[in-house]
């Protein structure tokens, strides 16, 4: 194994540059099998693995021991065999074959006669690479990417052949689709083809049926829950967030959690929870809970005004006004109303106990992004509270985690270089540091995308950077020279290079700046970065 490279990504997270496939391949392997101290995840791609770690220190100290790792070759033959029939129906199957120089009939010939290799994941959840045994298929891109590949779609780009798990934006070029349900979270390994399988695509006309007749219900003595609280208006968008789903980068599978650490490891602080439980995440403060039993509440976040009203058979009490950040109850039947009330993109809910819902590949996060995780909340939804453990103790009041922009209204966010600064150069680099950005409305939890009064940021290289693993916190460079900042749901996989990458520290930061914020970026050493 040769290691050409390894970049800081961010505050806690590595990108390591090595010189092919197979090193990528046995690296991962190698890092799967015998973790780093604090490795969280890891994702291989076609010249690199990315590796996330649970702190700063433990990040700069993995970049002194992998040169010096021991790696054994990669096992081709650790994988199972997956075969795919396909309907070779593609709408870009003739001009494949016209690029290719062969008739339509030698490109499926092609493509089924030999055995293509799972080498790693990416782009969506089920979505695998697939090398193969040659090269005789070897296209590119699409010139325009399509706005929705179907589900099953089977397609062919560089030396790969991949199918996409779900509707989904794509450039590569289609041959035709298959009936298989490549991501299923009901099957005990939801991904059908995992990195290291072997797949082998059959020509079929064949469609596939599986009919299962309905079991009948069965009594298994667990009556409904009755303690927790009703979605009475859920608001622009409210979603369970917890500290996210750790381990699944390999399938394609981001960690989501809260958009606001901050915030939200608060809320669960002062109703005396664990840190790391789930909470109500909610765009916009505009939510309306009804309480199913007494509970305890606590707010943080945005800025908001609660009110509580009484239960319609109350006819002592009256409609009071209770305080973010700080915990307060809310009686069974009381009904929480939620309202804007100045600063702050994202308020944080969270309720004393536990919500007792079954988790997502281990994780109550919702990912806007895969839909891996909870549904999003609507009007009628019901969430059920379990009883917290003895010992557990509510906080006190705290000040409240937002951050107020300077006396010229700017909010400035600190970021390192890199991973791929060279892309840009040391003048783009001193192009995005030395001018405002703006937030513009379309961002979400997936990204910021930001605009300027100045000019773009330009490259000094040219050509394409192959698909890599990207952080949270990345500033995604298009070539339209307009940064993206990833947020939590941001793709585990990115194409274009990254310029920068803003310190965990202040992700809370950018998660509350709604449309019309100013940004400045402050360059930071990566020395300085905090153990956090």
């Known amino acids: 194994m040769s290691i050409r490279a390894i970049h800081r990504a961010g505050s806690h997270d590595l990108l390591i540059d090595l010189d092919s496939l197979d090193a990528v391949l ?80 030698a490109v499926i010939n092609v493509h089924t006669s030999q055995t293509w ?24 891109r699409r010139d325009t990417p399509r706005t929705k590949v179907p589900s099953g779609a089977v397609a062919l ?36 083809i995992r990195p290291q399988d072997t797949v082998q695509f059959i020509a079929t006309t064949q469609k596939l049926s599986v009919s299962q ?23 622009l968008q409210s979603l369970l967030q917890d500290a996210g789903r750790i381990g699944y980068g390999n399938l394609g ?28 995440e909610n765009l916009g403060s505009i939510i309306t809970l009804e309480a199913s039993e007494d509970q305890v509440l606590a707010h943080s976040g945005a800025q908001a005004k609660l009110f509580i009203t009484p239960a319609k058979d109350d006819p002592v009490r009256t409609t009071r006004q209770v305080l973010s950040n700080t915990p307060f109850a809310l009686l ?41 995780g909870p549904d999003p909340l609507t009007s009628g939804s019901f ?25 010229d209204g700017v909010y400035q966010l600190r970021v390192i270089a890199g991973p791929r600064t060279e892309w840009f150069g040391q003048q783009g680099l001193d192009h995005l540091t030395g001018q405002l950005w703006d937030v513009t409305s379309e961002s979400n939890r997936v990204g910021i995308r930001l605009a300027t009064e100045g000019t773009p940021l330009e490259r000094v290289l040219t ?30 996989t990115g194409g274009y290079p990254v310029i920068a990458t803003v310190l965990a520290e202040d992700l809370s930061v950018a998660a509350q700046l709604p449309p019309g914020s100013r940004i400045r970026f402050v360059l930071q050493s990566p020395a300085a970065l905090t153990a956090k």
């Open 117 to 140: 290799r799972a080498v790693f994941g990416g782009f969506a959840p089920g979505f695998a690479y697939l090398l193969g045994e040659n090269q005789k298929l070897n296209v590119p």
């Open 383 to 407: 969430i059920p509270v379990k009883s917290p453990k003895i010992g557990h103790i509510v906080g006190n009041p705290q000040p409240s985690t937002l951050v107020v922009p300077d006396d």
């Open 253 to 280: 599978v981001g960690a989501a959690g809260a958009a606001d650490p901050k915030a939200y490891r608060q809320a669960n602080s002062l109703v005396g929870n664990a840190l790391d439980h789930a909470v109500i």
């Open 332 to 372: 069974n039947g009381e009904r929480l109303s939620v309202e804007p009330d100045g600063q702050g993109m994202r308020s944080y809910l969270a309720v004393r106990g536990e919500i007792a819902l079954p988790p997502v590949l281990g994780s109550l996060s919702t990912d806007t992004l895969s839909s891996v």
């Open 463 to 492: 050509g394409e950077l192959a698909s890599e693993g990207v952080a949270r916190g990345s500033l995604q460079v298009p070539p339209s020279g307009l940064p993206v900042l990833f947020l939590a749901d941001h793709p585990v």
């Open 157 to 192: 780009a560089g030396d790969y052949s991949a199918v996409y798990p779900r509707q989904s934006p794509g450039g590569w070029q289609l041959i035709g689709h298959t009936d298989l349900q490549m991501w299923d979270l009901d099957r005990e390994n939801p991904a059908l």
């Open 26 to 105: 046995a690296l991962n392997a190698a890092l799967e099998a015998s973790p780093l101290p604090g490795q969280r995840d890891l994702l291989a791609a076609a010249q690199t693995v990315f590796l996330k770690f649970s702190s700063s220190q433990e990040a700069k100290a993995a970049m002194a021991t992998l040169p010096d790792l021991e790696v054994a070759s990669a096992d081709r033959s650790a994988g199972k065999l997956v075969e795919i029939p396909v309907h070779y129906d593609g709408e870009d199957l003739e001009a494949l074959a016209k690029l290719t120089g062969l008739s339509v009939e």
């Open 213 to 235: 007749q309905a079991d009948a219900p069965v009594d298994t003595g667990i009556t409904e829950p009755t303690s927790g609280l009703k979605v009475i208006d859920a608001g």
